[in-house]
């Protein structure tokens, strides 16, 4: 190292002798500002250039009448690098990229350090400068993201965290092409149908362990997934039974769970449809030549195999034999198998040959209304299904193991209730005395946790909300419980409060009675502003009790 310093050292003397006034008379030239280097994945620049070959123009195989051209495109590796492509005005802070690569999409702008996202992984739409845009994250932040579930699977499984290390290690190029087609038709999506989709916060109370509805969804898994890979004769009839399997699920759903799913089918689902429908149109194409270059990747010559993946994860993902997120009992496996019944029933709609992606887009088209009047069938005839279905060996089967799920989900939402009083301090926001005692809560879906009809759990991600003009934030992802009823709310702090601590920042002592204020509060792993009300602390847990 300190050769270089003074071999580096060396070089910075002889250039300023070359450009001095005195050895040529002229005064010394404008030194040239260097190029910033793309730190985002350059593969991922040459996947989009080839998943547009596909959707980048007005005859678009994968969906009629969607033209993907002035989409453009952010990839972003968190708080180190935001890449945009073709993006019409880019926001302050993003300078023009002049270097060796280039997209056919348009001019590539990038910014280093803070990024529009801070969290791996979030592959979504949003609007950049007030333009809609479909964001990917990078190959690292994926790969973060994955080595850090792998880290807390070891905790509970070691053994299936190194199948899990091995089935991951060798990397797959193909999905990060689905997914910027997966994220672009949402672009596409919001312009068509800006307010159609699911209603999150259904998440709150749909029934994730309820045996009834999960039996039906595994059954409809089966044969959603025969009748994709069955000979065209046999379509029909399994389509009919999954069918009937959908109709007595449903019969016990409430209609704010129905509409849920429909809400989401249409949303990822027609997205995840479209990942679908690409590995059919980029099959036998000729590849770019730079996407040789990527590890893994084998060309576009069969992508049959992929097809049957997708198939196979549509099947395990809606049977719920696959944890998302390490979770086989919240929302995140609630939520992902909808990407999954979506996909497989626009991918069903085309093998009966239907006329359906306009359709689609109208204000109550559903894909299952969609599917179910191409099938035609009576309602006695749909009876007479339903009533094989329920008769069968196999749904005595899967209601066993369901109930077996039920009960191992109940045992693990107590697990994750009782760590509240296990953790190394606790904030309990109790909110029944504000007027206005609404809690907004800014969450992932994905991170939801049923725990009762009034009470939910959020995780994942650092949770933050208010109540009116109070606010909170956490530095660091734990468990959220949030109870509506109560209207209480309960964090995990990283450690115990300091009386002291507290008595400075609040202007008072932490007492029962001992009315306090505060713009800013600090506690371990928690920011809170606007505090006013009453607090109390009882050994690590802090209470506050919000007046207004």
Same mark, same amino acid.
């Given at each position: 190292?300190?050769?270089?310093?003074?071999?580096?050292?060396?070089?910075?003397?002889?250039?300023?002798?070359?450009?001095?006034?005195?050895?040529?008379?002229?005064?010394?030239?404008?030194?040239?500002?260097?190029?910033?280097? #793309?730190?985002? %994945?350059?593969?991922?620049?040459?996947?989009? &250039?080839?998943?547009?070959? $596909?959707?980048?123009?007005?005859?678009?195989?994968?969906?009629?009448?969607?033209?993907?051209?002035?989409?453009?495109?952010? !990839?972003?590796?968190?708080?180190?690098? &935001?890449?945009?492509?073709?993006?019409? *005005?880019?926001?302050?802070?993003?300078?023009?990229?002049?270097?060796?690569?280039?997209?056919?999409?348009?001019?590539?702008?990038?910014? =280093?350090?803070?990024? !529009?996202?801070?969290?791996?992984?979030?592959?979504?739409?949003?609007?950049?400068?007030?333009?809609?845009?479909?964001?990917?994250?990078?190959? /690292?932040?994926?790969?973060?993201?994955?080595?850090?579930?792998?880290?807390?699977?070891?905790?509970?499984?070691?053994?299936?965290? *190194?199948?899990?290390?091995?089935?991951?290690?060798?990397?797959?190029?193909?999905?990060?092409?689905?997914?910027?087609?997966?994220?672009?038709?949402?672009?596409?999506?919001?312009?068509?149908?800006? &307010?159609?989709?699911?209603?999150?916060?259904? /998440?709150?109370?749909?029934?994730?362990?309820?045996?009834?509805?999960?039996?039906?969804?595994?059954?409809?898994?089966?044969?959603?997934?025969?009748?994709?890979?069955?000979?065209?004769? %046999?379509?029909?009839? +399994?389509?009919?039974?999954?069918?009937?399997?959908?109709?007595?699920?449903?019969?016990?759903?409430?209609?704010?769970?129905?509409?849920?799913?429909?809400?989401?089918?249409?949303?990822?689902?027609?997205?995840?449809?479209?990942?679908?429908?690409?590995?059919?149109?980029?099959?036998?194409?000729?590849?770019?030549?730079?996407?040789?270059?990527?590890?893994?990747?084998?060309?576009?010559?069969?992508?049959?195999?992929?097809?049957?993946?997708?198939?196979?994860?549509?099947?395990?993902?809606?049977?719920?034999?696959?944890?998302?997120?390490? =979770?086989?009992?919240?929302?995140?496996?609630?939520?992902?198998?909808?990407?999954?019944?979506?996909?497989?029933?626009?991918?069903?709609?085309?093998?009966?040959?239907?006329?359906?992606?306009?359709?689609?887009?109208?204000?109550?088209?559903?894909?299952?209304?969609?599917?179910?009047?191409?099938?035609?069938?009576?309602?006695?005839? /749909?009876?007479?299904? #339903?009533?094989?279905?329920?008769?069968?060996?196999?749904?005595?089967?899967?209601?066993?193991?369901?109930?077996? /799920?039920?009960?191992?989900?109940?045992?693990? #939402?107590?697990?994750?209730?009782?760590?509240?009083?296990?953790?190394?301090?606790?904030?309990?926001?109790?909110?029944?005395?504000?007027?206005?005692?609404?809690?907004?809560?800014?969450?992932?879906?994905?991170? #939801?946790?049923?725990?009762?009809?009034?009470?939910?759990?959020?995780?994942?991600?650092?949770?933050?909300?208010?109540?009116?003009?109070?606010?909170?934030?956490?530095?660091?992802?734990?468990? $959220?419980?949030?109870?509506?009823?109560?209207?209480?709310?309960?964090?995990?702090?990283?450690?115990?409060?300091?009386?002291?601590?507290?008595?400075?920042? +609040?202007?008072?002592?932490?007492?029962?009675?001992?009315? $306090?204020?505060?713009?800013?509060?600090?506690?371990?792993?928690?920011?809170?502003?606007?505090?006013?009300?009453?607090?109390?602390? %009882?050994?690590?847990?802090?209470?506050?009790?919000?007046?207004?």
């Amino acid at each position: 190292m300190a050769w270089r310093i003074r071999h580096w050292a060396c070089v910075l003397v002889f250039v300023s002798w070359l450009g001095s006034a005195d050895a040529f008379g002229q005064p010394p030239a404008k030194a040239k500002e260097p190029e910033t280097g #793309i730190q985002i %994945d350059p593969g991922l620049i040459s996947q989009v &250039d080839q998943v547009w070959t $596909v959707i980048g123009g007005p005859k678009n195989p994968v969906w009629p009448g969607w033209d993907a051209r002035d989409t453009p495109v952010l !990839i972003y590796f968190p708080e180190r690098q &935001d890449l945009l492509i073709n993006h019409p *005005k880019p926001p302050d802070g993003f300078k023009r990229y002049t270097g060796p690569l280039k997209s056919a999409l348009g001019p590539i702008h990038i910014r =280093d350090g803070k990024t !529009i996202l801070s969290l791996d992984g979030q592959n979504t739409a949003t609007d950049v400068a007030g333009v809609r845009t479909l964001v990917v994250a990078d190959t /690292l932040s994926a790969r973060r993201q994955w080595a850090e579930s792998v880290a807390a699977l070891a905790k509970g499984d070691p053994a299936n965290a *190194k199948d899990q290390i091995e089935s991951g290690l060798v990397p797959n190029p193909y999905p990060a092409f689905w997914m910027f087609a997966h994220e672009a038709f949402h672009v596409y999506q919001h312009k068509r149908a800006p &307010d159609k989709g699911g209603r999150e916060s259904t /998440l709150l109370t749909y029934p994730s362990l309820s045996v009834e509805n999960n039996v039906g969804f595994a059954l409809e898994a089966e044969f959603l997934h025969a009748a994709l890979e069955a000979e065209q004769a %046999d379509v029909v009839p +399994l389509l009919k039974k999954w069918l009937a399997a959908r109709s007595l699920r449903r019969a016990g759903l409430p209609r704010e769970a129905i509409d849920y799913e429909d809400g989401t089918e249409f949303n990822e689902g027609t997205a995840k449809y479209v990942e679908y429908r690409l590995t059919q149109c980029l099959e036998g194409a000729a590849p770019l030549d730079k996407l040789w270059l990527i590890q893994g990747f084998q060309g576009f010559k069969d992508l049959g195999p992929e097809r049957a993946r997708m198939r196979s994860q549509m099947r395990k993902m809606m049977s719920g034999q696959t944890a998302v997120n390490n =979770d086989l009992y919240g929302a995140s496996p609630v939520r992902f198998r909808l990407y999954f019944s979506g996909m497989g029933i626009g991918a069903a709609l085309d093998r009966l040959g239907a006329q359906w992606h306009d359709k689609i887009f109208e204000p109550t088209a559903t894909l299952t209304g969609l599917l179910a009047a191409e099938l035609g069938t009576k309602p006695e005839h /749909l009876e007479a299904e #339903i009533k094989t279905v329920r008769a069968s060996a196999r749904f005595a089967e899967l209601t066993k193991q369901k109930a077996a /799920l039920e009960a191992d989900g109940h045992a693990h #939402i107590a697990t994750v209730v009782a760590g509240f009083d296990r953790a190394a301090g606790e904030l309990v926001i109790d909110y029944s005395r504000v007027r206005k005692s609404t809690a907004e809560f800014a969450f992932t879906p994905f991170g #939801i946790l049923r725990v009762s009809d009034h009470q939910a759990v959020y995780r994942l991600i650092p949770i933050s909300g208010a109540v009116g003009s109070f606010q909170f934030a956490e530095a660091g992802a734990r468990p $959220v419980l949030h109870d509506t009823r109560a209207k209480q709310i309960r964090f995990q702090l990283t450690g115990k409060p300091d009386p002291a601590d507290l008595a400075k920042q +609040l202007g008072a002592e932490p007492k029962a009675d001992q009315r $306090v204020g505060a713009a800013k509060l600090t506690l371990p792993g928690m920011t809170l502003n606007g505090v006013k009300g009453r607090a109390r602390l %009882d050994g690590k847990r802090l209470t506050l009790v919000l007046d207004e």
